[in-house]
């Protein structure tokens, strides 16, 4: 490295005989000297500041996994670009109950979907109040393993679930190519460390509180892949941790009416509205 600097710099070539010689070569030899000073000074803080980047992730994940009951309220938004290329955005409000390690209650309420999922640890039912159907389907047996099944298509992802993971930071590492501590930011009123990570096909950014509880707070996933660059953001509001559910809290009783659907017809829970001309989502 420090040979491939030399050249780069010129400093090979010139002598410190000539450099006396010359101003001009000499002025070129403190320059390089300069160079390569600044370049050796920025290796270390790069580094540094990808470990931080890495340290602080690893905290929020270890942090989030030890607590056994959580819930949260959410703010999320979704971009998609219609084939004339205009970016639209679509935004929803939910909240989740956790209970480690095999209980869920969430809801999500947009424009185009009212719909709420439980998970008892033995059936999962996804309830879509808006067309006033539901459809079950037996657990994964776990919350973790519910996740995974849901990502994989059921219509009805958790936004920000790898956040919930008991092994979240794992999830959260895989790919990553290059991360980078920026510094900090202030979310709803609380002061975050914001990182920044990149994979091979998406960009993210995560701000995490700062103190001893370093709850994420923000969460941005930008497609590099797709024309546009469509983002999605979550913006996590209230966080508890230590809640006592209520005994029935994970269970679901079908209003009246309801019509039980196949899990295939989950589709018709997404965050966007079916048959909009839509061209490409993140």
């Known amino acids: 490295m420090l040979t491939a600097l030399r050249q780069v710099f010129g400093i090979d070539r010139i002598t410190t005989s000539n450099a006396r010689k010359s101003p001009d070569r000499r002025n070129r030899v403190a320059a390089g000297c300069l160079v390569f000073t600044l370049a050796l000074l920025t290796l270390g803080p790069t580094q540094a500041r990808e470990n931080d980047a890495k340290a602080i992730l690893k905290a929020m994940a270890d942090y989030v996994s030890s607590q056994k009951t959580i819930e949260l309220t959410f703010d999320s938004d979704i ?5 004339e290329l205009e970016k639209i955005q679509f935004t929803n409000s939910g909240e989740a109950l956790l209970s480690r390690p095999d209980k869920l209650r969430a809801h999500r309420l947009g424009g185009y979907a009212d719909v709420a999922l439980f998970f008892d640890g033995k059936t999962v039912s996804v309830f879509g109040k808006h067309i006033n159907g539901y ?127 196949s899990p295939d017809a989950l589709i018709d829970l997404d965050e966007l509205p079916q048959g909009a001309p839509i061209g490409e989502k993140q």
């Not at 971009?79 to 084939?83: L, M």
């Not at 776990?142 to 993971?165: N, S």
Request: net charge negative; proline share 8%; charged share 25%.
């Open 79 to 83: 971009e998609v670009i219609t084939p």
């Open 135 to 261: 459809a079950q389907f037996e657990g994964p047996g776990t919350v973790d393993q519910l996740i995974e099944a849901l990502r994989k298509g059921h219509g009805a992802a958790l936004p920000g679930a790898d956040l919930l993971l008991s092994n979240s930071y794992e999830v959260l590492v895989a790919g990553v190519l290059e991360a980078k501590h920026i510094g900090r930011g202030v979310i709803a009123g609380v002061e975050c460390e914001h990182l920044a990570f990149r994979n091979f096909d998406t960009d993210w950014q995560l701000w995490v509180e700062v103190g001893d509880k370093p709850i994420p707070r923000k969460m941005v996933i930008t497609s590099k892949t797709l024309n546009s660059a469509p983002q999605y953001t979550l913006r996590v509001k209230n966080w508890k941790t230590g809640v006592e559910p209520a005994p029935d809290a994970f269970k679901f009783a079908p209003p009246a009416g309801a019509e039980k659907l």
